[in-house]
């Protein structure tokens, strides 16, 4: 029955990711549907504009840091549930068309890694049809963030928890296995094995919980991203000279609700159009405010003290540190 049951998500993966694709073409090896996401009460399907495409997350804590993630200055890409290699692969960096012709270290596969490790009996796998051989089941991991700077496109990845003990269980496991010596020990295998992976790849692992990101920032990014997909009639440069208007009362006692019959005037335009040009300039960080604190339109807004992205730099940085 187990093998069975391997066997469809190892076929599943096949389907999705056989091909390498990145983008709009992406296909996570898990979505958040019925019979694949473990709990559909905690799962969500994210769409960002950027992306051109449905991100798929698996819990509550994945969904916060996708949010995080994709309103990252620096982000390209998203490549959520990602199957690790088993055997010897390309780095994923390198399909991405501006890493063409650069000298990039590919993945040495999670079953190298786990022998490497000494840790080979704790690599998923199961028999073959014939009961000759034991065929791998890829890790998946949470996200695979690409991100760029001045030196070019880098990777990061995240594997998430709930919690920092979340690393030390096996999920989808009844309490008492997950707090088993054997759950703990395939739990630290199976976060070695994807952190060593990628490693030799120059890819570092950085570990997130459902508190690392603060919840009110997480909020404020949720409420943006849902107005980024609505149209505004407003051309660019009167979005700009909306924006501009906006920015002024920062640090003042006047809301955006304030401007807001003024602006309908000035700019023939709908209150839809004003709130959807102040959420998107929140989100692309044209209006510089403070996200720990609530947003809310009828509400003084503040001066950012520090840029959200520059307090998390950890999260985001190549080195792993």
């Keep these: 029955m187990a093998s069975n049951r391997l066997k469809i998500f190892v076929d599943r993966y096949k389907t999705r990711q056989g091909v390498p ?7 996570p ?16 399907r994210l769409y960002f504009p950027r992306y051109g495409r449905v991100i798929h997350t698996l819990s509550a804590p994945e969904t916060a840091a996708a949010f995080v993630a994709a309103a990252h ?34 993945l040495p596969g999670t079953l190298a890694i786990a022998e ?10 199961f028999l073959s049809d014939d009961r000759c051989s034991r065929i791998p089941v890829p890790l ?19 594997t998430i928890k709930l919690n920092n003990s979340g690393f030390l269980e096996r999920q ?32 570092p692992t950085h570990r997130v919980t459902g508190v690392t990101f603060d919840e009110v920032l997480v909020a ?10 609505r149209p505004t009639k407003l051309n660019l440069a009167s979005q700009n000279a909306m924006i501009s ?46 996200l720990f604190r609530s947003v809310m339109f009828d509400t003084p807004l503040q001066s950012a003290k520090e840029e959200w992205h520059v307090k998390y730099a950890q999260y985001f940085s190549r080195s792993g540190k």
């Excluded at 208007?245 to 839809?272: A, V």
Aim: hydrophobic share 40%; aromatic share 8%; with cysteine.
């Design 21 to 27: 694709r990145i983008g709009a073409e992406y296909q």
């Design 29 to 44: 090896a898990i979505q958040a549907v019925k019979g694949e996401a473990p709990s559909l009460g905690r799962c969500a």
């Design 73 to 106: 200055p620096r982000n390209r890409d998203i490549l959520e549930q990602r199957c690790l290699p088993p055997l010897p692969d390309i780095n994923p960096l390198a399909l991405y068309p501006e890493m063409r012709g650069r000298r990039i270290e590919g």
């Design 116 to 125: 490497q490790c000494g840790l080979l009996a704790f690599h998923p796998s």
């Design 140 to 158: 998946t991991g949470d996200l695979l963030l690409i991100l760029r700077d001045e030196d070019g496109l880098y990777a990061v990845n995240w």
């Design 172 to 203: 989808n496991r009844r309490p008492v296995r997950r707090k088993s010596l054997a759950s703990q020990q395939k739990a630290e295998a199976r976060l070695r094995i994807e952190s060593e992976c990628y490693a030799q790849a120059g890819i």
């Design 220 to 229: 404020n990014l949720r409420m943006c991203a849902a107005w980024l997909s």
């Design 245 to 290: 208007c906006y920015c002024k009362i920062i640090d003042t006692n006047y809301s955006p609700l304030d401007l807001l019959e003024k602006l309908m005037l000035r700019f023939d335009c709908s209150r839809q159009d004003c709130l959807i040009v102040f959420y998107q300039a929140v989100w692309h960080r044209q209006l510089q405010i403070n």
